[in-house]
């Protein structure tokens, strides 16, 4: 069962990567924040890191960077909703809740606060499309398709 309460994935170690945003979004929330104990992450370790964050039913952040979108495919898994970023990860997971701006941000975490049934249409949308591209039976297909696809433009 996830507890009410946000984590604050301020992300500043690394350039352009969150920072006072998330803490004026955090303070409007209305939720309570927890902070990240195990040091930094990845460094710390990735089980460590998890076991900070995974009883939360909600993770802010406010990281700009486009590529890659771990923290966001780790939320999806754990049944963690993830707001704001703007990585590949959170676009194809839980596109309503991308963006980086205060007012936005808030808006939406105001709207999952007060709605369970949309809650759970968040969350079940980004499992399912975690198991849709990112499972290994996903990424095993994708890979066989690439292999056929390389092996049919050797072989022309």
């Known amino acids: 069962k996830k507890v009410d ?3 604050n994935y301020q992300n500043n170690w690394g350039a352009g990567r969150g920072g006072n945003k998330n803490i004026e979004i955090l303070e409007k929330s209305g939720i309570e924040i927890k902070h990240k104990t195990s040091g930094r992450m990845p460094w710390g ?3 460590p890191f998890t ?16 590529p890659g979108g771990v923290q966001s495919t780790l939320c999806a898994v754990h049944g963690t909703i993830m707001i704001g970023s ?17 007012e936005d ?3 939406k975490i ?7 049934s949309y809650r759970n249409k968040i969350r079940e949308y980004a499992f399912n499309k975690f198991l849709e591209k990112y499972s290994f039976t996903a990424v ?17």
Not at 110 to 116: V, Y
């Open 5 to 7: 309460k946000i984590f």
């Open 51 to 66: 076991e900070d964050w995974v009883e939360c039913k909600y993770m802010l952040s406010t990281d700009e960077s486009l």
């Open 140 to 156: 095993k297909k994708q890979i066989i398709d690439l292999y056929k696809d390389i092996k049919e433009n050797i072989d022309e």
């Open 105 to 107: 941000l808030t808006s």
């Open 110 to 116: 105001e709207k999952l606060k007060s709605s369970p």
């Open 86 to 102: 703007n990585s590949d990860g959170q676009r194809n997971l839980f596109p309503e809740l991308v963006g980086t701006e205060v």
């Open 45 to 47: 370790g990735l089980q």
